[in-house]
C-alpha cells in the first residue's frame, strides 16, 4: 500500500484552510462594519445557513462520510473505484436537483423552521427572498465536495483544499461592489437601505458554488477521475452506500437540529444572530484548520489501511491526529477564552459594530472556545467508525448531545438570554467528545493512543495555560486608546506572536514538544 501521508496533508488542508478563513475574517470584518447587525445582516446570514446546514448532508457530512470509506478501499482494492464514484455523483446530483426545487418553493417555512422570532418584521421577507437566491449553492458545494473526497481519499489535497477561498474572494468582490456603488439596481428594500449588499452577497454565493465546482471538477480530471454527468442509475453499490449514509443523514440531522435551536433562542433577541455568528466565525478558524483539516486527511487513511489490516500504522495515524489537534486546539481555547474582548473589538469593532456588539459577541466568543477542544477531537475519534463504516453509534450519540442541547439552549434562555444557547452547544460538544471516545476504547488498538501521545497530552495544557496567563497580563497593558488610529492589527499581530512564542517556550520546556518534532513532520512518510 502507499499509504496517504498524514502530517504533510494536514498541513496542506490546514494552509489553504488557514488561508479561506483569513478570507472568510475579511468578509465578517466588511459585513460587520458596513451592515452591523442589522436585519440586511441576519436575513442574509441566516439565508446563508440553510444551504450550509443541509450541505452537512449532502456535502462533507453524511454522504461524505459513507463515500470516502467505500471508494478509498476500493481505490486501495483497485476495485472500480471510478464507475462508483461516476455512480455515487450521478446520484447525488439527482437528489440534489430536486431537493433544491423543493427548498424554492417552501423557503418561507424553512426561514420560520430556522428564526421564527423573524414573523411579522421584516426581516422575514428578507430572507426568503435572499433564501431562493442562495439555497441552490448547495447543489455546487455537495457536488464539489463529492470531487472533493474522490481527490482527498487518492492523495490529492491541494484543489479541495484551496477551493473554498474562492468563495469568500467572490463574497468580498460583491460587498466591495456594493459599497462603492458599482452595482445599482432595483434591490430588496429594507429600513437601514443596505439591501444591495445582500442582493450581491447572496448573488455571489451561487456564482462562488459553481467557481468551486468547476475548480475541484478540473482538478479530478487531471488526477485521473473523468466523472461526467451521466442519468441516475440504482446499482448494489449505490445501495450500499445509501445504506451506510442513511444512519449519518440522521445524526447530521440531529446536529442540524443543534443549530437550529440556538438560531430560533437567539432570533427572539435583536441582534443575537449576528452575535452568535460572528463569534462562530472565530472558533470556527481553529476548528477549520485543525479539526476539519485533520478529519478530512484521517478517513481515508485510516480506511485504507483497514483494508490493509495495518494495525500498528492506523494506530501511528490516530495518535499523531490527537496529539497535533490538542496541541493546536488547546492553546485555541485559551486565547479565545481569556482575551475575547479584545479579539472581537480589533476584528470588528467599526462602523455599524459597536462597543455593545463587541461586548455580546466576546462573551459567546468566550463560550465556544470552552468547547472548542471537543469540537476538534470529534473530528479526530469519527473517522475512527466511518472507517470501519458504523455511521449508527455516531447518530445514538449526537441523539443525545441534541437533548443535551435543547434541554439547555430553551431552558436557559428565559433566565440568562441568548448566551443560553452558546452554552448549550459546548456542553453537547463535549457531551458527544465523551460518548464517542467511550465506545471508542473497544476498537482494538488502532483506535488507542499511544505512549507518546499519553505523555504528552497534560504538557500539552499546561503549556497553554501559562500562555493564557501570559496574555491575559499582556492585556492589562493594552488601553482604548492604543485600538485606534489604524494600530488595531499590529496590536493584533503583537499578542498573537507573543502568544505563539510563550506557548512554544512552555512546551518544550514541559515536554509537550520534542526538538526533533519538526524534523519529523517533513521526514516521516506515515
Known sequence: MKPIRLISGVLTVGFWTLLSRIFGFVRDILIAAWLGTGPVAEAFLVAFSLPNMFRRFFAEGAFNMAFVPLFSKRLEADDGAEPFARDAFAGLAAILVVFTVLATVFMPWLVLAMASGFAGDERFDIAVTLGRIVFVYILFISLAALLSGVLNASGHFIAAAAAPVLLNIILIAALMAAETGVITANVIEASDGRGIHGTLLSFGVVLAGIAQLAFVWVAARRAGFDLRPKWPV???????LAIIAAPAALAGGV???NLIVGR?????????????SYADRLYQLPLGVVGIAIGIVLLPDLSRRLQAEDTTGGQYAFSRAAEMSLALSVPAAVALFVIP???????FERGAFGPDDTGATALATAVYGLGLPAFVMQKVLQPLYFAREDTKRPFYFAAVAMVVNAVLAIGLAPVIGFIAAAIATTVAGWSMFALLWWKSRSMGVASQLDARARARIGRIVLAAIVMGLGLWSLEQFI???MLIGGLQFAILGFLVLFGMGLYALAGFGLGAFKPGDLKAVFRRQR
Not at 440504482?234 to 450500499?240: A, F, I, Q
Not at 474582548?341 to 476584528?347: D, E, N
Open 264 to 276: 430560533q433562542v437567539a432570533s427572539f433577541f435583536d441582534g443575537a444572530i449576528a452575535w452568535l
Open 341 to 347: 474582548v479584545t479579539l472581537v473589538g480589533i476584528l
Open 234 to 240: 440504482w446499482t448494489p453499490e449505490l445501495k450500499r
Open 479 to 481: 488601553t482604548p486608546e
Open 255 to 257: 446536529v442540524q437540529i
